[in-house]
T-cell receptor, first 112, second 109 residues
Framework: DAGVIQSPRHEVTEMGQEVTLRCKPI?????LFWYRQTMMRGLELLIY????????DSGMPEDRFSAKMPNASFSTLKIQPSEPRDSAVYFC??????????FGPGTRLTVL | GEDVEQSLFLSVREGDSSVINCTYT??????LYWYKQEPGAGLQLLTY?????DMKQDQRLTVLLNKKDKHLSLRIADTQTGDSAIYFC?????????FGSGTRLLVRP
């Protein structure tokens, strides 16, 4: 199994641009999570899905952030417009009930 | 509220034991986890303990759980330089994981 796949691994963009982060969960996992990691705030849960349906998006910072899961094998996290304070490492994780979450390698986002 | 706390930094000599401590708040957590994060990488599950257990041993790793005090610890025996990383404890809360801030372990040769 390839594990959770995220792309791109690194993204550098300018303030105001749209950024789209992508995630492919492990096959068969019906939960998908998006996290953000920064030095200041540590690891924060942004949103999670169960069977492609968003369950809890209370961690999404503001309306500039949106996440979708059009099917069981793909999710996106979009930031529009991006700001320098969005610079962070964004992790996607997947799992099933009764098991832990398996993390992808992360996308390092830098907004100039 | 939900808050998992860890000390930020631990330095040990190679070959010594490391003990990383964590306090959590949700007494209804079913599992408690330890994750390891190496530089530039994602989080890797190290071990976990079911909430009705007091101790779990897995090779060089020993997890101790004190439910009364909501205290969790991870002991790494014979610590190696490859163990240098950030260690996160996490509790599950309605299938969300609540992470601590992470403890950076530095292993000195």
């Amino acid at each position: 199994d390839a594990g959770v796949i995220q792309s791109p691994r690194h993204e550098v963009t300018e303030m105001g641009q749209e950024v789209t982060l992508r995630c492919k969960p492990i096959s068969g996992h019906d939960y998908l999570f998006w996290y953000r990691q920064t030095m200041m705030r540590g690891l924060e849960l942004l949103i999670y899905f169960n069977n492609n349906v968003p369950i809890d998006d209370s961690g999404m910072p503001e309306d500039r952030f949106s996440a979708k899961m059009p099917n069981a094998s793909f999710s996106t996290l979009k930031i529009q417009p991006s700001e320098p304070r969005d610079s962070a490492v964004y992790f996607c994780a997947s799992g099933v009930p009764g098991d832990t979450q398996y993390f992808g390698p992360g996308t390092r986002l830098t907004v100039l | 509220g939900e808050d998992v706390e860890q000390s930020l930094f631990l330095s040990v000599r190679e070959g010594d034991s490391s003990v990383i401590n964590c306090t959590y708040t949700d007494s209804s957590s079913t599992y408690l986890y330890w994750y390891k994060q190496e530089p530039g990488a994602g989080l890797q599950l190290l071990t976990y303990i079911f909430s009705n257990m007091d101790m779990k041993q897995d090779q060089r790793l020993t997890v101790l759980l004190n439910k009364k005090d909501k205290h969790l610890s991870l002991r790494i025996a014979d610590t190696q330089t490859g163990d240098s990383a950030i260690y996160f404890c996490a509790e599950d809360s309605s299938y969300k994981l609540i992470f601590g801030s992470g403890t950076r372990l530095l292993v000195r040769p």
